[in-house]
């Protein structure tokens, strides 16, 4: 029987959410080669997809967080995930922007948040989780107590599951990368002897080496 990870996996796969081009490697703005390009946002024009995207979110919040009081997603890619979400779920959400508003009152969280409310942080994608990391860390100072962060998929990118552990902060994904680069060779997008290499690029993304590598 298929599981949560592998069908998310799918769908992510089949809406070109995420898409692999190993023999034509995309280029990150910091320069680094990739053989995959991420979009999540592309899960929210796919009415089947965002279905199974948003109730599979709600069904691990409720599991993993089932004293959350309020959602807040990350700008911009968590805040739509968020917002349905929060509504499946009942809860109030919110989102925090990536730095204060220059008008008004200047805030950098966006919707209402008492101190010492329980929250659970929704993100799209976690790679060096950086950005998910800010917000915490707003959210923090603004004295809500963080659960945890939700997140779609995850690399599982060394540097990210690090700063996770130093900041003490618990991520749950939907799916994974490894479960991903197996799908998409299932599916045919990719072929079996590309995960060893797609999996290198995850380990070590500086090194260009796997692009040449035949396994």
Same mark, same amino acid.
């Given at each position: 029987m298929e599981n949560i990870a592998q069908a998310i996996a799918k769908d992510l796969l089949k809406v070109k959410a995420v898409f692999f081009r190993p023999e034509e490697p995309f280029t990150w703005a910091s320069g680094i080669k990739s053989p995959v390009y991420c979009d999540n946002r592309l899960t929210l024009t796919a009415p089947e997809v965002r279905t199974d995207v948003e109730n599979a979110l709600a069904e691990t919040i409720r599991r993993e967080y089932p004293d959350a009081e309020v959602l807040m *997603? /990350?700008? /911009?890619? *968590?805040?739509?995930?968020?917002?349905? /979400? +929060?509504?499946? $779920?009942?809860?109030?959400? *919110?989102?925090? =922007?990536? +730095?204060?508003?220059?008008? *008004? =009152?200047?805030?950098?969280?966006e919707g209402r948040l008492e101190?010492?409310?329980?929250?659970?942080?929704?993100?799209d994608l976690i790679s060096t989780a950086g950005s998910a990391l800010e917000v915490v860390s707003v959210l923090r100072e603004a004295g809500a107590q963080v659960l945890g962060i939700v997140s779609i998929f995850t690399y599982g990118m060394k540097k990210?599951?690090?700063?996770?552990?130093?900041?003490d902060v618990?991520?749950?994904? $939907? /799916?994974?990368?490894?479960?991903?680069?197996?799908?998409?060779?299932?599916?045919?997008?990719?072929k079996p002897e590309d995960i060893a290499r797609i999996l290198a690029f995850r380990d070590n993304?500086?090194?260009?080496?796997?692009i040449g590598r035949k396994d």
């Open positions: *997603g /990350t700008s /911009t890619a *968590g805040i739509a995930h968020a917002a349905i /979400t +929060g509504h499946l $779920l009942n809860l109030p959400m *919110g989102y925090v =922007r990536s +730095g204060s508003k220059d008008h *008004g =009152r200047q805030n950098q969280i101190k010492g409310q329980k929250v659970v942080v929704v993100e990210g599951l690090d700063r996770l552990a130093a900041a618990k991520n749950v994904s $939907l /799916t994974n990368f490894d479960v991903i680069a197996q799908a998409a060779a299932d599916e045919g997008y990719i993304p500086s090194d260009e080496s796997w």
